[in-house]
């Protein structure tokens, strides 16, 4: 049974794993930049995710795969300056963390003392303990990532929904419990079936962030050029826009480029 909502003027990991305890939903939303970090946060978001998908929707890559270090750590830096009350949770990006504990844990602090940020997330399960361990052992809090987990978009070969089979169904509970036991304070779901994603979310006392993931998880994350429909192209079942930012930016710019070709702008009232 859900109590009365509290008014966090923080959000820390504790906070996340309070809310869940209380009923109280998760709202979370990607980052990239300081002046959209700036409006999220006032808006009340709980968490800013300074994805990788960066790569996508400001770096125009196909995949995830691309970005770097350096410049996850560029716009995590720019986010944390815009955010007052909101966690922010920084991608490890690719090849920062997989094959090696020590390579991941150099990451992770990296993003920590050069950002500012509060927390970095990290995709896979069981394939990555060491990876955790090393760094939860160093004091870094750690979200998870199962289910469609991008980086893998070549092994996987699609961006499919995941965990449909019994095995695989099987693997991902079985990491999620392992992620809660290793210490992650909270877990992405990314893109399975959403009966599975209860249950889930119902095994372990970590919040459950799910995209794609339904509504029975303790939290939703989009992509803010998704939402705020920037982003015309991709249209996904677990997509909701809340805006039609393409059209309504694109009329904005064709009539700015109107008034300075009729000479309309600026007027008198906008000179000096």
Request: with cysteine; glycine share 8%.
């Given at each position: 049974?859900?109590?009365?909502?509290?008014?966090?003027?923080?959000?820390?990991?504790?906070?996340?794993?309070?809310?869940?305890?209380?009923?109280?939903?998760?709202?979370?939303?990607?980052?990239?930049?300081?002046?959209?970090?700036?409006?999220?946060?006032?808006?009340?978001?709980?968490?800013?995710?300074?994805?990788?998908?960066?790569?996508?929707v400001?770096?125009?890559?196909?995949?995830?795969l691309?970005?770097?270090?350096?410049?996850?750590?560029?716009?995590?830096?720019s986010?944390?300056?815009?955010v007052?009350?909101?966690?922010?949770?920084?991608?490890?990006?690719f090849?920062?963390y997989?094959?090696?504990?020590?390579?991941?844990?150099?990451?992770?602090?990296?993003i920590?003392?050069?950002?500012?940020?509060?927390?970095?997330?990290?995709?896979?399960g069981?394939?990555?303990?060491?990876?955790?361990?090393?760094?939860?052992?160093?004091?870094?809090?750690?979200?998870?990532?199962?289910?469609?987990?991008?980086?893998?978009?070549?092994?996987?070969?699609?961006?499919?929904?995941?965990?449909?089979?019994?095995?695989?169904?099987?693997?991902?509970?079985?990491?999620?419990?392992?992620?809660?036991?290793?210490?992650?304070?909270?877990l992405v779901?990314?893109?399975i079936?959403?009966q599975?994603?209860?249950?889930?979310a119902?095994s372990?006392?970590?919040?459950?962030i799910?995209?794609?993931?339904g509504g029975?998880?303790?939290?939703?994350?989009?992509?803010?050029?998704?939402?705020?429909?920037?982003?015309?192209?991709?249209?996904p079942?677990?997509?909701?826009?809340?805006?039609?930012?393409?059209?309504?930016?694109?009329?904005?710019?064709?009539?700015?480029?109107s008034?300075?070709?009729?000479?309309?702008?600026?007027?008198?009232?906008?000179?000096y």
């Amino acid at each position: 049974m859900s109590t009365a909502k509290k008014d966090y003027k923080r959000i820390t990991t504790r906070s996340l794993i309070e809310m869940k305890a209380n009923g109280e939903k998760i709202s979370m939303l990607t980052g990239y930049d300081y002046t959209m970090a700036t409006i999220t946060d006032g808006a009340g978001i709980d968490v800013i995710l300074v994805g990788d998908s960066a790569s996508n929707v400001m770096a125009g890559h196909e995949t995830t795969l691309p970005i770097t270090l350096d410049q996850m750590i560029y716009h995590a830096s720019s986010v944390v300056r815009g955010v007052k009350r909101a966690l922010v949770v920084v991608d490890l990006p690719f090849g920062s963390y997989q094959s090696d504990s020590k390579e991941a844990l150099r990451s992770a602090i990296r993003i920590m003392k050069e950002s500012g940020a509060h927390a970095v997330k990290l995709e896979g399960g069981s394939e990555i303990k060491d990876s955790i361990k090393k760094i939860l052992n160093a004091g870094i809090p750690i979200m998870g990532h199962l289910g469609l987990t991008p980086q893998s978009i070549y092994k996987f070969g699609t961006y499919t929904v995941r965990a449909k089979e019994d095995a695989e169904a099987q693997k991902l509970i079985d990491d999620a419990k392992l992620l809660e036991k290793l210490g992650c304070f909270a877990l992405v779901l990314e893109k399975i079936p959403a009966q599975l994603a209860k249950k889930v979310a119902e095994s372990i006392s970590i919040p459950v962030i799910g995209i794609g993931a339904g509504g029975d998880v303790d939290g939703q994350v989009l992509v803010i050029h998704d939402m705020l429909g920037m982003n015309n192209e991709f249209s996904p079942r677990f997509l909701r826009r809340y805006m039609d930012l393409h059209e309504d930016m694109t009329n904005a710019i064709s009539q700015y480029v109107s008034d300075v070709k009729s000479q309309d702008f600026p007027n008198e009232n906008e000179q000096y």
